[in-house]
C-alpha cells in the first residue's frame, strides 16, 4: 500500500511527527531517537505502508506540499546517507531551500550537487539556469539550459527554453552566442523541427568554426537523416583535425556504404584497424558490408586489415560470433560458430590424417627393417596388459584434448572481454571528449597538440606515456589516460608510482575495485610510498562505507539473511575491519543469535578499543543472556572511553548504579 492510499488513517499526522522529531534531533544514538525510531518503525508496520524508495520520495513531494519540511528533511538526508537517489533527494533538498529562504545560495548548492551526482538531472539542471537568470549571470545559466536541452523530452520544458533563450538572453561574444544557437538546435532536433535544427546548429559552427563537438552532432544529425554526401564532408572535416577518431571514422565509413562506395568503406575500417588491430566496431563493419556478397572465410580475411600474412583459425571466428551474440546478431553469430566448429573438425581430422600416415610410415619402416621369422626371446607380456596401457594412454590423452579445450576456451573469453572493455572504453573516451570539447574548447584544442607533438614520438618510452597519459587527463579524458598509464606500466612493470597515477584516475571514475586493485600493486612495490598507502586506505573505506550501506538498508527491511552474505563476504576481504564486526554482531542480534552477537562485538573491540558503541552493544549483549557482571564491566569501559552522547551515558550510568548495587 503507497502513501497516496493510507493519508486518511489518523496515525500519518504522528509519522509526519515522528519524522520531524527525527531530524530536529542533535543526535542519532540518544534513547530518545531510539525510541522515535522504534516507534515510527511500529506505526509504518502497523499501517502496512510501503517504504520502498519510490514511495519515500513520492510522500516526500507531500510532505514539502503541506509545508511540513523537517519531516521531508527527515527522508532526505536518510537516503542521502545511504547513498540512495543522490540526485532526487539533493534537488529535494533544494526545493525545500528555495521555499524557505529567500537566499538562493543554499537552493543553488543543493541543486550543483544534485547535478554533480546525475548530469543528466533536467529539472535540476533548468532550476539552476533560472537561479544564474535571476542573478544577471546569462553565460552560466545557457549552460544549465544547454545541459537541461540535452536531458529533457519534456516539450513545454524544450518551448520554454527556447523563448528564454531568443527573448530573454543577449549573447554578449562569440562563445554565448555559440552555445544559444547550441542549445536551440537541441531544442528544435527534440521538436522534430529539424530544418531549424540544421540551422542553429549551422549557425553555431559559424560562431566557432573550430567546435570539433558541434561538428560531430552536425555530422550524426545528416547521418540520421541519409545526407550522406553533407555527413561526409563533416566528417572529413573532424578527421583533418583529429585522424585518429575511430567514431568519426566508422560513421564516415557507415556512410559510404550508403552511398554504394563499399571499396570506401572499407578503406575507412581499414584505416581504423591499421590503428585498433582488435577493433570490433570495424571489423562488424567490414562483415555488414559483405555480409551477402562473400563467403564468411573471404569476409575473415577482410577483417585482418593489412595483415597479408593471416592463416585462418577457428579461435578468431569464435571470439567474433562472441561479439555478434552481445549486440543480439543471433543469425551472425550462428554462422560464424558453426565455421568455426567446422574448420576445427577439419583441423582435428587433417592432424589424425597426418599422425596416422606417419605411424603407417614408421611401422613399414620397422617391418622393412627386421626380420618377418625372428624368434622371440623369453615370455610374451599378457595381452591384458598391452590394452591397459592403451587405456591408459587413451586417458591421458583425453586429458590433455580437455585441458587443451578449457585453456582455449578461457583465452578466447578473456580476448572477448578485453575487446569488450576497449569498446566500452571508446564509448567513454568519446563521451568525455564532447564534454571537453563543449565546456572549453580553446583549453581542449592546445592540449590536443601538445599531445598529438607527443604521439609523434618513437620510440615511446615510459616517460612519454606518462607525459600522454597526463596530457590526456588535462584535456578531460581520464578514460583515455588510463590507456596510456597501462602502456607505460608494460614498459615499467616495477614502478609503483606509475600504479599509483593509475589507481588514482580510477578512482577518479568512480571505479573503486580497479582503483584498489592498482593501488595495492603500488604499496606491494614501494612499501615506502606513503601517497599509495594513504590513497588505499581511503579506497577501502570507501569501498566499506559503500557495503555497510548496503547491508543496513537490507538489515532495516528484514532482510537478514542478505545483509549477513554482505558482511560475511567483506570480512573475509577485510579481516582487520572493526565496523564489518559490529554491524554484522547487529545482524546476529535480529536473528536471535547471541552467541555469535557477542563473539563479533569482541573482535570490533580488540580491533578498536575505542569503539564505544560496541561496548553498549555488548553490554546489553550480555545482559539478554543474563550475566550482568559482564554487561556491568561492557558498561564501565563504554564510560570509560567518555563518548560525546549525553543522553546514552545517563541511560548507561543508570545501568552501572544499578548493576553495581549487585555486584559491589
Same mark, same amino acid.
Not at 155 to 161: A, P, R, S, T
Not at 386 to 392: A, R, V
Given at each position: 500500500?503507497?502513501?497516496?492510499?493510507?493519508?486518511?488513517?489518523?496515525?500519518?499526522?504522528?509519522?509526519?511527527?515522528?519524522?520531524?522529531?527525527?531530524?530536529?534531533?542533535?543526535?542519532?544514538?540518544?534513547?530518545?531517537?531510539?525510541?522515535?525510531?522504534?516507534?515510527?518503525?511500529?506505526?509504518?508496520?502497523?499501517?502496512?505502508?510501503?517504504?520502498?524508495?519510490?514511495?519515500?520520495?513520492?510522500?516526500?513531494? #507531500?510532505?514539502? *506540499?503541506?509545508?511540513?519540511?523537517?519531516?521531508?528533511?527527515?527522508?532526505?538526508?536518510?537516503?542521502?546517507?545511504?547513498?540512495?537517489?543522490? *540526485?532526487?533527494?539533493?534537488?529535494?533538498?533544494?526545493?525545500?531551500?528555495?521555499?524557505?529562504?529567500?537566499?538562493?545560495?543554499?537552493?543553488?548548492?543543493?541543486?550543483?550537487?544534485?547535478?554533480?551526482?546525475?548530469? +543528466?538531472?533536467?529539472?535540476?539542471?533548468?532550476?539552476?539556469?533560472?537561479?544564474?537568470?535571476?542573478?544577471?549571470?546569462?553565460?552560466?545559466?545557457?549552460?544549465?539550459?544547454?545541459?537541461?536541452?540535452?536531458?529533457?523530452? =519534456?516539450?513545454?520544458?524544450?518551448?520554454?527554453?527556447?523563448?528564454?533563450?531568443?527573448?530573454?538572453?543577449?549573447?554578449?561574444?562569440?562563445?554565448?552566442?555559440?552555445?544559444?544557437?547550441?542549445?536551440?538546435?537541441?531544442?528544435?532536433?527534440?521538436?522534430?523541427?529539424?530544418?531549424?535544427?540544421?540551422?542553429?546548429?549551422?549557425?553555431?559552427?559559424?560562431?566557432?568554426?573550430?567546435?570539433?563537438?558541434?561538428?560531430?552532432?552536425?555530422?550524426?544529425?545528416?547521418?540520421?537523416?541519409?545526407?550522406?554526401?553533407?555527413?561526409?564532408?563533416?566528417?572529413?572535416?573532424?578527421?583533418?583535425?583529429?585522424?585518429?577518431?575511430?567514431?568519426?571514422?566508422?560513421?564516415?565509413?557507415?556512410?559510404?556504404?550508403?552511398?554504394?562506395?563499399?571499396?570506401?568503406?572499407?578503406?575507412?575500417?581499414?584505416?581504423?584497424? *591499421?590503428?585498433?588491430?582488435?577493433?570490433?566496431?570495424? %571489423?562488424?563493419?567490414?562483415?555488414?558490408?559483405?555480409? %551477402?556478397?562473400?563467403?564468411? =572465410?573471404?569476409?575473415?580475411?577482410?577483417?585482418?586489415?593489412?595483415?597479408?600474412?593471416?592463416?585462418?583459425?577457428?579461435?578468431?571466428?569464435?571470439?567474433?560470433?562472441?561479439?555478434?551474440?552481445?549486440?543480439?546478431?543471433?543469425?551472425?553469430?550462428?554462422?560464424?560458430? +558453426?565455421?568455426?566448429?567446422?574448420?576445427?573438425?577439419?583441423?582435428?581430422?587433417?592432424?589424425?590424417?597426418?599422425?596416422?600416415?606417419?605411424?603407417?610410415?614408421?611401422?613399414?619402416?620397422?617391418?622393412?627393417?627386421?626380420?618377418?621369422?625372428?624368434?622371440?626371446?623369453?615370455?610374451?607380456?599378457?595381452?591384458?596388459?598391452?590394452?591397459?596401457?592403451?587405456?591408459?594412454?587413451?586417458?591421458?590423452?583425453?586429458?590433455?584434448?580437455?585441458?587443451?579445450?578449457?585453456?582455449?576456451?578461457?583465452?578466447?573469453?578473456?580476448?572477448?572481454?578485453?575487446?569488450?572493455?576497449?569498446?566500452?572504453?571508446?564509448?567513454?573516451?568519446?563521451?568525455? #571528449?564532447?564534454?571537453?570539447?563543449?565546456?572549453?574548447?580553446?583549453?581542449?584544442?592546445?592540449?590536443?597538440?601538445?599531445?598529438?607533438?607527443?604521439?609523434?614520438?618513437?620510440?615511446?618510452?615510459?616517460?612519454?606515456?606518462?607525459?600522454?597519459?597526463?596530457?590526456?587527463?588535462?584535456?578531460?579524458?581520464?578514460?583515455?589516460?588510463?590507456?596510456?598509464?597501462?602502456?607505460?606500466?608494460?614498459?615499467?612493470?616495477?614502478?609503483?608510482?606509475?600504479?599509483?597515477?593509475?589507481?588514482?584516475?580510477?578512482?577518479?571514475?568512480?571505479?573503486?575495485?580497479?582503483?584498489?586493485?592498482?593501488?595495492?600493486?603500488?604499496?606491494?612495490?614501494?612499501?615506502?610510498?606513503?601517497?599509495?598507502?594513504?590513497?588505499?586506505?581511503?579506497?577501502?573505506?570507501?569501498?566499506?562505507?559503500?557495503?555497510?550501506?548496503?547491508?543496513?538498508?537490507?538489515?532495516?527491511?528484514?532482510?537478514?539473511?542478505?545483509?549477513?552474505?554482505?558482511?560475511?563476504?567483506?570480512?573475509?576481504?577485510?579481516? %582487520?575491519?572493526?565496523?564489518?564486526?559490529?554491524?554484522?554482531?547487529?545482524?546476529?542480534?535480529?536473528?536471535?543469535?547471541?552467541?555469535?552477537?557477542?563473539?563479533?562485538?569482541?573482535?570490533?573491540?580488540?580491533?578498536?578499543?575505542?569503539?564505544?558503541?560496541?561496548?553498549?552493544?555488548?553490554?546489553?549483549?550480555?545482559?539478554?543472556?543474563?550475566?550482568?557482571?559482564?554487561?556491568?564491566?561492557?558498561?564501565?569501559?563504554?564510560?570509560?572511553?567518555?563518548?560525546?552522547?549525553?543522553?546514552?551515558?545517563?541511560?548507561?550510568?543508570?545501568?552501572?548504579?544499578?548493576?553495581?548495587?549487585?555486584?559491589?
Amino acid at each position: 500500500m503507497g502513501f497516496n492510499s493510507v493519508l486518511s488513517y489518523s496515525n500519518m499526522d504522528e509519522i509526519d511527527y515522528l519524522r520531524q522529531e527525527l531530524y530536529c534531533s542533535k543526535s542519532k544514538t540518544t534513547t530518545a531517537y531510539y525510541k522515535n525510531q522504534g516507534r515510527l518503525k511500529h506505526l509504518l508496520k502497523e499501517q502496512n505502508i510501503d517504504y520502498s524508495t519510490e514511495y519515500r520520495l513520492k510522500d516526500v513531494k #507531500r510532505l514539502i *506540499s503541506e509545508g511540513k519540511f523537517n519531516a521531508a528533511m527527515y527522508e532526505l538526508n536518510d537516503l542521502i546517507e545511504k547513498r540512495i537517489k543522490l *540526485s532526487l533527494a539533493n534537488e529535494y533538498i533544494a526545493d525545500i531551500c528555495e521555499l524557505t529562504s529567500k537566499n538562493s545560495k543554499n537552493s543553488k548548492y543543493y541543486y550543483e550537487q544534485a547535478v554533480e551526482y546525475d548530469q +543528466n538531472n533536467a529539472n535540476a539542471n533548468y532550476k539552476l539556469a533560472k537561479i544564474y537568470l535571476k542573478e544577471g549571470s546569462s553565460a552560466i545559466a545557457l549552460e544549465y539550459l544547454n545541459n537541461t536541452a540535452s536531458a529533457t523530452k =519534456d516539450k513545454d520544458v524544450l518551448l520554454e527554453i527556447e523563448d528564454i533563450v531568443q527573448n530573454k538572453i543577449t549573447p554578449k561574444n562569440k562563445n554565448e552566442a555559440n552555445i544559444s544557437y547550441e542549445t536551440l538546435g537541441k531544442v528544435y532536433y527534440k521538436l522534430n523541427r529539424t530544418k531549424e535544427a540544421y540551422q542553429s546548429y549551422s549557425k553555431a559552427l559559424q560562431m566557432n568554426p573550430d567546435d570539433i563537438y558541434i561538428k560531430y552532432i552536425l555530422g550524426d544529425l545528416f547521418f540520421i537523416h541519409n545526407q550522406n554526401d553533407n555527413a561526409i564532408a563533416i566528417y572529413n572535416a573532424i578527421l583533418k583535425e583529429n585522424p585518429s577518431d575511430s567514431q568519426i571514422r566508422t560513421s564516415k565509413a557507415k556512410s559510404l556504404a550508403r552511398n554504394g562506395n563499399l571499396l570506401g568503406a572499407n578503406k575507412e575500417y581499414d584505416e581504423i584497424l *591499421s590503428r585498433y588491430p582488435n577493433s570490433m566496431q570495424a %571489423k562488424y563493419g567490414i562483415y555488414k558490408i559483405y555480409e %551477402k556478397k562473400l563467403p564468411l =572465410d573471404k569476409i575473415m580475411e577482410k577483417m585482418q586489415g593489412s595483415n597479408a600474412n593471416y592463416e585462418q583459425n577457428y579461435r578468431d571466428y569464435i571470439i567474433f560470433s562472441e561479439f555478434l551474440a552481445s549486440i543480439g546478431d543471433n543469425k551472425g553469430r550462428n554462422a560464424f560458430y +558453426n565455421y568455426a566448429n567446422k574448420i576445427k573438425d577439419e583441423t582435428i581430422i587433417a592432424k589424425s590424417n597426418q599422425e596416422n600416415a606417419f605411424n603407417s610410415a614408421l611401422a613399414s619402416k620397422n617391418n622393412l627393417s627386421e626380420p618377418k621369422n625372428r624368434p622371440i626371446k623369453g615370455k610374451k607380456k599378457p595381452l591384458v596388459k598391452e590394452d591397459n596401457i592403451t587405456l591408459k594412454e587413451k586417458e591421458q590423452e583425453h586429458k590433455a584434448l580437455q585441458d587443451r579445450a578449457y585453456e582455449e576456451k578461457r583465452q578466447i573469453k578473456a580476448k572477448v572481454n578485453e575487446q569488450q572493455q576497449q569498446l566500452n572504453e571508446d564509448a567513454m573516451i568519446a563521451k568525455e #571528449r564532447a564534454q571537453a570539447i563543449n565546456k572549453d574548447p580553446k583549453k581542449y584544442k592546445e592540449y590536443k597538440l601538445t599531445l598529438e607533438n607527443y604521439l609523434k614520438i618513437e620510440p615511446k618510452t615510459t616517460e612519454i606515456y606518462i607525459a600522454i597519459a597526463n596530457t590526456a587527463k588535462l584535456m578531460g579524458e581520464p578514460t583515455s589516460a588510463l590507456r596510456y598509464y597501462r602502456e607505460a606500466i608494460k614498459t615499467d612493470p616495477t614502478n609503483s608510482e606509475l600504479y599509483y597515477s593509475a589507481g588514482l584516475t580510477y578512482l577518479e571514475l568512480n571505479y573503486e575495485q580497479e582503483s584498489k586493485k592498482y593501488l595495492q600493486k603500488a604499496v606491494d612495490l614501494d612499501q615506502n610510498n606513503k601517497k599509495a598507502i594513504t590513497l588505499l586506505a581511503f579506497v577501502n573505506q570507501k569501498i566499506i562505507t559503500h557495503v555497510l550501506n548496503l547491508a543496513y538498508s537490507k538489515y532495516e527491511n528484514k532482510q537478514y539473511i542478505e545483509a549477513f552474505e554482505i558482511l560475511d563476504k567483506n570480512i573475509k576481504i577485510y579481516p %582487520k575491519n572493526a565496523q564489518l564486526y559490529y554491524y554484522r554482531a547487529l545482524i546476529f542480534d535480529a536473528m536471535k543469535r547471541n552467541a555469535a552477537q557477542i563473539v563479533d562485538l569482541q573482535k570490533a573491540i580488540e580491533l578498536d578499543p575505542t569503539y564505544y558503541m560496541a561496548y553498549y552493544q555488548l553490554g546489553l549483549a550480555y545482559e539478554k543472556i543474563k550475566d550482568e557482571r559482564s554487561a556491568l564491566v561492557m558498561y564501565e569501559k563504554f564510560l570509560s572511553t567518555e563518548p560525546d552522547e549525553p543522553d546514552l551515558v545517563k541511560e548507561v550510568q543508570r545501568k552501572v548504579e544499578m548493576l553495581g548495587k549487585k555486584f559491589y
